[in-house]
């Protein structure tokens, strides 16, 4: 039997994240590109525990399910959203790809994101109001902000006025938009919603006058305990 056959063999003890897995080197070495070869590459003591086995300092609740699909090629059906993160940290690239085709991945990762990417500075209004309802939410049991979503420039010229009267009464509010192309009002409300709540706030929301130029305008309301 040549080399590169027994060195495929090969058992290999991993310690990731001080659960214990074992296995061979030809599974780890199965995907081409991988961040195996790194991590089985270094021979510093540090890198591996007390009983010599190679640590990996990642999450190990997940990793047999990675393991599984380098032995049988099967794609995992549960955990979706977590083996993702690891098979991207690994750089599994075929159970990434594969992943990205189920509809869990697909639908946040892809769709949702390339959804919200019209949107400018959208990250950087939602730090804004998260940190509006906290100093609002000072010593009170909850704290409403006031977002203004427009979609047009014409829309945007609407609300000028409320958003004057807003300020002067000294009213959180946060203003998302224009944007060219992308998301419906509601559907923006309801991925916005959906991005708070994923930061562990609870929140809920609803359109503060469905008239005129107020229909633009939600109140996001957080409770704090």
């Avoid at 990731?16 to 070495?29: A, K």
């Avoid at 990996?56 to 993702?84: A, C, K, N, S």
């Avoid at 309801?190 to 562990?200: F, H, N, S, T, V």
């Amino acid at each position: 039997m040549n080399r590169s056959k027994l060195a495929g063999r090969k058992v290999v003890e991993l310690n990731v994240g001080g659960q214990l897995y074992t296995t061979t080197m030809g599974t780890l070495m199965k995907h081409p590109g991988s961040k195996f070869p790194e991590i089985l590459s270094r021979s510093a003591r540090h890198h591996r525990d007390a009983q010599g086995r190679f640590f990996i300092d990642r999450p190990g609740t997940y990793f047999g399910l990675l393991l599984d699909y380098l032995r049988t090629g099967q794609v995992p059906r549960e955990y979706i959203p977590e083996v993702y993160h690891e098979a991207k940290f690994y750089q599994i690239h075929l159970l990434v790809k594969a992943l990205e085709d189920t509809p869990q991945i697909f639908g946040e990762q892809v769709a949702r994101m390339q959804f919200l990417m019209g949107v400018p500075n959208y990250r950087e209004n939602l730090a804004v109001l998260l940190h509006l309802a906290r100093a609002e939410g000072v010593a009170m049991r909850s704290s409403k902000v006031m977002v203004c979503v427009v979609r047009t420039e014409e829309e945007d010229a609407k609300c000028v006025e409320p958003l004057h009267i807003l300020e002067a009464q000294k009213t959180p509010v946060v203003k998302f938009g224009p944007w060219k192309v992308g998301p419906a009002m509601e559907d923006f409300v309801y991925c916005l919603e959906k991005d708070i709540r994923a930061q562990g706030y609870w929140v809920s929301s609803h359109r503060s006058v469905n008239k005129g130029s107020y229909k633009h305008f939600w109140v996001f309301s957080f409770t704090w305990w």
